[in-house]
């Protein structure tokens, strides 16, 4: 999702990178791309031309005027007004002061209410609640079936007292479902109703009747995100009909162009409270405009990834990896196994790394990358024996035949493997040593020789700076170093600082990182810690 409208704004913006300043032409020809990007990803026109009007009225302000890199401030705007459009801030549940809290989700048949009351038990379950799912579909075939097949895979209870299938009265199945939960101490319900493959005023009575039987505390308008703008007369029909409190997208994960989620908060006014991306249970999550907004402009989605390891690593886990990388012991294969085991707990890889700044430029290597191929890395270092693991330099040409054999691939896939561990065995040494260009020694990496250097040179700088026992000459390096403070003050003064080259500062044909990244919208992750479970 969203992939043609972040790739249309990511060219956009490529042609601002590098101006000193931006010209009324300028501005509107960004404008007019940045229309047709919107247009083209099924945004509503109503939709567009606010936001265009926004961004314009802003471009033509002092904060870009005034602004040392005007590019990257333009990028900033349409990055706050997508924030904007897609709803601020995001939305969390309203609990119920005296339990249960009752979540009724409505919406068209086929949108995957079932499927989405599924998903939200299962998150709120691992937030330490007790939800209870409401069968109170009972017209579409085997809707209930499916619920206690969904709530099964969730570890959710599942009130069912009707066969559905057209038999029984959704009305008083939900009117019993909240006295169930007070009574099992269920401290949420999740209702699921009936849909329709239309709006019809029969299915809008009906969610009317449960909602006015049950007066739930959230009622979750749920839409699937590939119908594009009609989506956004649905969501008005059921807002006029039933009315709701937010919006549910699913399908996130298709090859919807993302029209309706940038329309819908805009013309209902109702946030978009979750998002839906997968086909398994986990894939759910709620909904955060400023990650979106990120995603769309290709600064990625750092914090989403860090969120996923909190829930998915255990500490004892983290710090033991993290011991390993810093200790003076080799990395063996049994560490990266480990590693790579960890890694594969986040989900599928091209899902991770599109959630890194500026994968976007990268989509279609992303998109080749098969977790099979890790599956086979895997099954190659699982079928060396453990002195093999710790001393790779010991397989020689029969273990590696004995391993093929055994992990069910050929010689060279073991040729391969081996060849890149110790390429990367040299570059973690590397690390540890201090060696790498521009990074520091690793703490217990014996980057003694190298702190030695270090202090050798800074002696030398020290003394190159002592002044001299010649008068003359002590006056003479006096005067240069004075005229040298004199011209960078004066370099100061006449011109902004600029960054290097490749950094956004207009430096040629070399490559730059994605915008905004390291800008104003890239999260703070200095303080970051894992929370203790």
């Known amino acids: 999702m969203f992939e043609t409208l972040s790739d249309r704004l990511t060219s956009v913006f490529s042609?601002?990178?590098?101006?000193?300043?931006?010209?009324?032409?300028?501005?509107n020809a960004t404008a007019r791309e940045i229309r047709l990007a919107l247009l083209e990803a099924d945004v509503a026109l109503p939709v567009v031309r606010e936001f265009i009007s926004r961004v314009k009225e802003r471009a033509r302000g002092e904060e870009v005027s005034k602004a040392l890199n005007p590019a990257q401030q333009v990028i900033k705007i349409v990055n706050e007004e997508l924030v904007e459009i897609l709803g601020g801030e995001t939305r969390q549940i309203r609990f119920a002061k005296n339990p249960p809290t009752v979540i009724m989700l409505a919406g068209l048949q086929g949108a995957g209410k079932t499927t989405l009351a599924g998903k939200l038990a299962k998150w709120l379950a691992a937030d330490r609640n007790t939800p209870l799912l409401v069968a109170a579909d009972l017209q579409r075939p085997n809707a209930v079936t499916q619920l206690q097949v969904v709530g099964e895979r969730a570890g959710t209870p599942v009130f069912a007292p009707e066969p559905g299938n057209g038999v029984g009265d959704p009305v008083q199945v939900a009117r019993e479902s909240v006295e169930h939960a007070r009574r099992n101490n269920h401290n949420v319900v999740i209702i699921d109703t009936a849909g329709r493959l239309g709006v019809d005023s029969e299915m809008m009575q009906q969610a009317a009747d449960i909602r006015?039987?049950?007066?739930?505390?959230e009622i979750l308008f749920v839409v699937d995100a590939?119908?594009?703008?009609?989506?956004?007369?649905?969501?008005?029909?059921?807002?006029?009909?039933?009315g709701y409190d937010a919006v549910a997208l699913t399908k996130l994960d298709g090859d919807a162009r993302g029209g309706a989620a940038l329309s819908i908060r805009h013309i209902t006014g109702r946030p978009i409270m979750f998002a839906s991306t997968g086909e398994k249970l986990e894939d759910f999550d709620l909904f955060h405009p400023d990650r979106m907004a990120s995603r769309i402009l290709d600064m990625g989605d750092v914090l989403t990834l860090i969120e996923q390891a909190q829930r998915t690593f255990d500490e004892a886990e983290v710090e033991k990896m993290a011991s390993t990388m810093a200790s003076d012991d080799d990395f063996t294969l049994d560490d990266f196994l480990q590693q790579m085991s960890m890694v594969r707990?986040?989900?599928?890889?091209?899902?991770?790394?599109?959630?890194?700044p500026g994968m976007g430029q990268m989509r279609d290597q992303i998109e080749n990358i098969d977790d099979k191929d890790l599956d086979r890395i895997q099954a190659i270092i699982q079928s060396m024996t453990p002195g093999e693991r710790s001393n790779p330099k010991m397989i020689n040409g029969s273990r590696r035949l004995r391993i093929a054999n055994g992990s069910g691939t050929q010689v060279s896939?073991?040729?391969?493997?081996?060849?890149r561990f110790f390429?990367?065995?040299?570059?973690?040494?590397?690390?540890?040593?201090g060696g790498m260009p521009g990074m520091p020694g690793m703490p217990g990496g014996g980057a003694g020789g190298n702190r030695k250097k270090a202090k050798a040179q800074a002696k030398k700088a020290k003394k190159g700076k002592q002044r001299s026992g010649n008068p003359m000459k002590a006056r003479q390096q006096e005067a240069e170093r004075a005229a040298e403070r004199q011209r960078r003050q004066e370099e100061g003064g006449q011109q902004a600082p600029q960054l290097p080259p490749g950094l956004g500062g207009g430096g040629g044909d070399q490559p730059t990182l994605p915008p905004g990244f390291g800008g104003p919208n890239m999260p703070d992750l200095s303080n970051f810690k894992f929370p203790k479970k």
């Open 226 to 242: 590939m119908i594009g703008q009609d989506a956004v007369n649905t969501a008005q029909a059921f807002l006029d009909g039933v």
């Open 413 to 419: 896939d073991v040729n391969g493997l081996v060849t």
């Open 15 to 27: 042609s601002l990178r590098g101006k000193g300043r931006l010209s009324e032409e300028d501005i």
């Open 345 to 356: 707990k986040l989900g599928p890889i091209g899902n991770l790394l599109g959630m890194m």
């Open 212 to 217: 006015d039987a049950v007066s739930p505390d």
């Open 423 to 433: 390429e990367a065995q040299k570059m973690m040494r590397k690390m540890k040593n």
